[in-house]
């Protein structure tokens, strides 16, 4: 018997799964599983939204100036180097459809975020996994591990789930190292989260083979939107609009992203609630016992004795109506990944672990 096959590599690909955000038979359940906004959208975002509800009949924008020129303006970048994406997965997506293919290897670390060998995969190129040093990247495993196969580098800075970064002189050390035809992607999709970080966008402006990529999904509140973008050289732009489809982009995502971009009030509020609720999270639950790396993102790693003690914790946060993230996938599972909530929510996961440590001592 004949059966339509698919291309090489598909079949490899392991699906990927999001934050749970139900528990069965318990109410009042709190979701800290997907590193999204506690605070929800920005009020401006969804009264854009609403208001472009009643033009969805009409096509979208297919060159997104609005928004491009929105966030040129905001970070100082080119808007024309700008390129909008369903999610910065999208971006992602079609980087590697467009520089890597069957025979060709995509690099990543190995706690690095777990859509870029689905990514590679999907193109029928081979994900490279490399070591990390005590959960942070490693420049020089990752400059080791390139070969005349490599055709893309994967880091995302501050990393998902670890929330570590690498220092801007390790990235001018990784880019000097790595060929010319090999692209690096700095995934920036926790950027806005580090004070004075630029997600390395001056690193996209000194050199033909870096490209970063951004999201509306964290910080900005937007997930179920999905709005992401990327900011490269002029060529590499030139391909991705290229091979995208030409209305990729919905009109109101587009609309509540622009708004949302505007609220400055609420997203400087919205990051001084998470530094304050994150380190306080974190000392409390070091206090029983709970370390994590210091993070730079809008969650932590939470570190138990072992993946025994990680799988019971999370059965217990279950059992209490709070959802985080088993990492078992990441080969983490000694570890919980908590998504920053508000205040009473931080509270919550804090109580709920601190009496499972004591259960146990
Ligand atoms: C959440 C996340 C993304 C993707 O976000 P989109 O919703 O597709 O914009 C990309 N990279 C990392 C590291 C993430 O954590």
């Not at 083979?209 to 910080?219: G, I, P, Y």
Request: aromatic share 6%.
């Amino acid at each position: 018997m004949s059966a339509p096959r698919p291309q090489p590599g598909i079949l490899e690909i392991t699906p990927y799964v999001g934050g749970a955000s139900k528990v069965a038979g318990v109410e009042n359940v709190l979701k800290l599983s997907s590193n999204e906004n506690p605070a929800g959208p920005s009020p401006r975002a969804v009264a854009a939204l609403k208001a472009a509800a009643e033009d969805m009949h009409r096509y979208p924008s297919t060159d997104h100036a609005g928004l491009r020129n929105a966030l040129g303006a905001r970070y100082g970048l080119d808007a024309d180097r700008i390129f909008c994406g369903v999610g910065s997965d999208e971006v992602l997506m079609l980087l590697c459809q467009a520089y890597a293919g069957p025979g060709d290897e995509v690099i990543h670390t190995e706690h690095g975020f777990s859509l870029y060998p689905i990514c590679a995969l999907a193109q029928g190129a081979q994900p490279v996994a490399v070591k990390e040093q005590d959960r942070v990247a490693d420049v020089d495993a990752i400059l080791a591990a390139v070969t005349s196969r490599t055709k893309i580098v994967f880091l995302a800075n501050p990393n998902n789930p670890t929330g570590t970064m690498v220092s801007d002189p390790e990235i001018a050390r990784l880019i000097a190292g790595l060929p010319g035809d090999v692209l690096l992607v700095l995934d920036g999709a926790y950027a806005e989260f580090v004070e004075g970080f630029d997600g390395g966008a001056a690193f996209v402006e000194k050199h033909q083979n870096v490209v970063m990529t951004r999201t509306f999904s964290k910080l900005f509140g937007l997930g179920g939107l999905r709005v992401g973008w990327g900011y490269g050289p002029a060529d590499v732009i030139g391909v991705l609009n290229r091979i995208r489809q030409p209305f990729n982009m919905s009109a109101p995502a587009l609309a509540a992203a622009e708004a949302a971009l505007d609220d400055v009030d609420w997203v400087e509020e919205t990051l001084a609630e998470n530094v304050r609720n994150r380190d306080w999270l974190a000392a409390e639950l070091a206090k029983v016992g709970v370390p994590s790396d210091p993070s730079h993102a809008n969650f932590i790693l939470a570190r138990f004795a072992d993946e025994a003690e990680a799988a019971a914790c999370d059965e217990y946060l279950k059992q209490n109506g709070i959802i985080v993230r088993a990492m078992g996938s990441y080969n983490l599972g000694y570890c919980l990944r908590i998504t920053i909530g508000t205040k009473a929510d931080c509270t919550r996961v804090a109580e709920a672990i601190a009496a499972f440590k004591a259960d146990r001592a």
